[in-house]
């Protein structure tokens, strides 16, 4: 079921919903193009109706499969893509890692258009789906229960190159099934100041927040955040912060 969230609140911070990094460009006249990609009929479209009314949306396609959506992005070349994961033919998984096998090709050609942002919807917060989908490269996840404008949020937020996270549904995901990248943060040989960004960045504060817990400037945490996706071999922030999980290095009730 889709909530249309009329009158809802501004989207949770880390234990309650998603957060993000810098604030997003949600205005009217910062539009962020997307596909919407969910074998279910009824939810696709009922998304599409509801998002396109949310400002700075515009929906320009959709998709029943990951197949479809692989191809419809291709064609369409939206800004964002919310992914459902379990779709046939090629579940959102698979569609992911092909979107980003693309992203690697058009960097080694120099092709300037870059392939979308990934933002998986799912049903439960528990599934294992979605922590694969993180590791394959997208850049966090919904669920579908929350109202339409913090969908609409979620959207506008990776399209400004930050991330989605739900620290503790994640840090529950990861204990119940470890994906085997805990290995990637021995082997990265991080600072310790960069451990403590990627705490930080675990616990959902942004980029400034960051800075200004450390008491460093805002391009100094920016430098960092590059160097542990960097030694992570990260496919972003999302992605740095599930191996952080995976790797103990963020604990039970951490906070920052």
């Known amino acids: 079921m889709i ?12 234990t309650g919903g998603p957060t993000g990094g810098s604030a997003a460009p949600g205005s009217a006249d910062a539009s962020v193009t997307l596909l919407i990609a ?39 070349r939206p800004d964002v893509v919310l992914m459902d994961v379990r779709m046939p033919r090629r579940n959102g998984i698979e569609a992911t890692r092909h979107l980003l096998a693309e992203r690697a090709e058009q960097a080694e050609q120099a092709v300037q258009a870059a ?19 993180l590791s394959a490269g997208a850049s966090g996840f919904v669920l579908k229960r ?5 969908i609409a949020e979620a959207v506008r937020v990776v ?12 840090r529950r995901m990861v204990a119940a099934r470890p994906l085997g990248s805990a290995d990637a943060l021995p082997a990265a040989a991080l600072t310790g100041r960069e451990e403590e960004v990627l705490r930080l960045m675990a616990t959902g504060l942004s980029n400034p927040e960051i800075a200004e817990s450390l008491t460093v400037s805002l391009e100094t945490v920016k430098t960092h955040v590059g160097n542990v996706l960097t030694k992570l071999g990260a496919q972003n922030r999302t992605h740095a912060v599930v191996i952080a999980y995976e790797s103990g290095l963020v604990v039970p009730g951490f906070t920052g």
Request: hydrophobic fraction near 50%.
């Open 38 to 76: 969910d074998d279910d009929a009824v939810t696709r479209s009922g998304l599409r109706l509801l998002l396109a009314a949310q400002p700075g949306i515009t929906v320009v396609g959709e998709a029943a499969d990951g197949v479809e959506a692989v191809e419809r992005a291709r064609l369409l």
């Open 115 to 133: 392939p979308p942002k990934v933002v998986v919807i799912t049903t439960f917060e528990n599934d294992d789906y979605v922590t694969a989908a």
């Open 3 to 14: 909530d249309s969230g009329a009158g809802a609140a501004a989207a949770p911070g880390p």
């Open 146 to 150: 929350l109202p339409v404008p913090q």
């Open 159 to 170: 399209a400004a190159g930050d991330a989605i996270l739900f620290p503790s549904a994640l």
